[in-house]
């Protein structure tokens, strides 16, 4: 997080070349090439910078750099400046080969030499797995069999790989070893995006850099606390992926757990990624395993039927969706209860809830707090004060909005519920970002604070394991359970309604 220069400002990152594996995929053109693009314009690549595309259609470095230019051009988020695309293009090189082929490796390593060569940037590597996550073992091997991953004369070899970091506790373990026997853990930058997002981050900003918020985030003043990740959108086509998944697999162990581990660690003594990874593996290990008789009542999945989207839009059920078998018992819905056993955090229950075709697109956190006494408005006409409730809203309308009680204008004591509403973009305008830009610019710096450990990846799994054996010991009956456009199965609603709370209600 902090590669400053001496008037305080982020400087270049170290001279480096990339390699990016899956070069020719959706990744690399929705957002690689575009972060990289950002952060060039930011000042924020050196001049010695180059980026190999590596991918098996037959292109020439031209063709390679006429997609992302049409890209960039069609990318709204963006405005297009011919200079910046010109200097980043200029470093932009292909090479062609089949990921499995030792021979495709020797060639990369020609292209490689030649150009940290050209573009004076010798010994600095940084591989990008922008491929399905099936081959990143494989690829990885072959690099360190042609001495590519070998750290040497001062120089670094990184490599970024993307989730699914396995699909389960022992294919997690499983991977982690074979990425270990070629690297070493400060040589892998394992990315989750949801710590690529401002507003995740700014959840340590939020805690640690006030002095209202720490005294009173604990058990004595928080109740219960909400994690929502609701998407709008089905599986579009990503059915055959989705079908193995699953809500669960593909969202929890990863992204919800990234939120409850920044709302509920304790503050590190610094951003040393050590020191920031260590308490959110600290958290995590406080989160109480469900029992096998815990999932029936603390766990809830669904999965949609036909519905009618806020907007109109008629979709079809999630067992119509191309890729998708008729009678698919996977789930598009899962929200979990965890406890978390430490002082901080006794008896203040986390749910965590997330799905597909719901009636919004929003990640949110709620920090409920506890009712005040109402002895002092027994006399008055207040029948009721509502609890403060403080909301991170991680995306989109990116903000913070704290409701209290406030008197209602007029001779006798009334309340009413009012919101104070910080909202990012009035402060700090809205910069065209992808999320991945200070992922990038930090595995260049060597930070691994914003991604996850080997243990983080192996404790998310650890904790939604007895929900995985449960569920697939016990398929369910009611599926469909819930319509697209709605807010999930009704059981979710139960699972807070039992403690005697309710899911925020968001519009
Ligand atoms: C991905 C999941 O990791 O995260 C997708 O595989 C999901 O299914 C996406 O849609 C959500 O990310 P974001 O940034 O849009 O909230």
Redesign the pocket.
């Known amino acids: 997080m902090q590669h400053l220069d001496e008037n305080g400002k982020a400087r270049p990152a170290p001279p480096c070349v990339m390699v990016i594996f899956g070069a020719g995929g959706d990744l690399t053109r929705r957002k690689l090439i575009p972060s990289l693009y950002h952060l060039m314009r930011e000042g924020l690549l050196p001049d010695e910078f180059a980026v190999v595309g590596v991918d098996r259609l037959e292109i020439s470095d031209e063709d390679f750099r006429a997609r992302f230019e049409q890209t960039l051009r069609e990318y709204r988020a963006t405005e297009f400046e011919d200079a910046v695309w010109q200097r980043l293009a200029e470093r932009l090189h292909y090479s062609q080969g089949d990921f499995k082929d030792p021979q495709a490796y020797r060639q990369l390593q020609q292209r490689m030499a030649h150009c940290a060569e050209v573009h004076r940037a010798p010994g600095n590597y940084l591989f990008y797995m922008a491929t399905p996550p099936s081959l990143f073992s494989e690829i990885i091997r072959l690099l360190a069999e042609a001495e590519l991953t070998l750290e040497q004369d001062k120089g670094w070899r990184r490599v970024i790989i993307e ?1 699914p970091f396995g699909k389960d506790l022992d294919s997690a373990i499983a991977l982690n070893r074979q990425l270990h026997q070629y690297l070493t853990e400060s040589q892998i930058f394992r990315i989750d ?2 710590l690529g997002k401002e507003t995740v981050q700014n959840i340590m900003a939020f805690r640690f850099a006030n002095g209202f918020t720490e005294p009173t985030w604990n058990h004595q003043f928080i109740e219960h606390v909400q994690i929502t ?1 609701a ?1 709008s ?1 089905g599986v579009e086509h990503r059915g055959t992926y989705y079908e193995e998944a699953g809500a669960l697999r ?2 929890i162990p ?2 919800l757990l990234v939120l409850l581990g920044f709302v509920a660690m304790e503050p590190p003594n610094s951003f040393d990624a050590y020191a920031v990874r260590d308490e959110v593996n600290k958290v995590m290990r406080a989160v109480q395993p469900l029992s096998p008789e815990d999932v029936l009542t603390h766990a809830v999945r669904g999965q949609y039927a036909e519905g009618v989207m806020p907007n109109g839009e008629k979709v079809p059920a999630y067992r119509g969706s191309p890729g998708v078998d008729p009678q698919s018992r996977t789930e598009t819905y899962a929200a979990i209860r965890f406890m978390i056993d430490n002082w901080r955090w006794a008896d203040v229950p986390f749910y965590l809830r997330t799905g597909k075709r719901l009636g919004g697109q929003y ?1 949110e956190i709620v920090i409920q707090y506890r009712h005040v006494p109402f002895r002092l408005f027994r006399d008055t006409p207040v029948e009721q004060v509502h609890a403060n409730q403080l909301v991170i809203r991680v ?1 989109p309308d990116e903000g913070i909005q704290l409701s209290f009680s406030a008197k209602i204008p007029g001779p006798t004591m009334r309340l009413g519920t009012v919101n104070m509403d910080f909202c990012y973009n009035d402060y700090f305008g809205n910069a065209p970002t992808t ?1 991945y830009e200070t992922l990038i610019y930090d595995a260049m710096n060597g930070d691994a604070t914003l991604f996850k450990h080997a243990d983080t990846v192996e404790a998310g799994w650890e904790l939604v394991a007895p929900v995985l054996d449960v569920w697939s010991a016990l398929p369910p009956r009611d599926f469909p359970n819930y319509r697209a456009g709605s807010w999930g199965p009704a059981a979710a609603g139960e699972l807070l309604r039992r403690d005697g709370y309710r899911w925020r209600h968001i519009l």
């Open positions: 989730k995006h949801y990740v998407e959108v593909d969202m990863n992204h990640s995306q999320g």
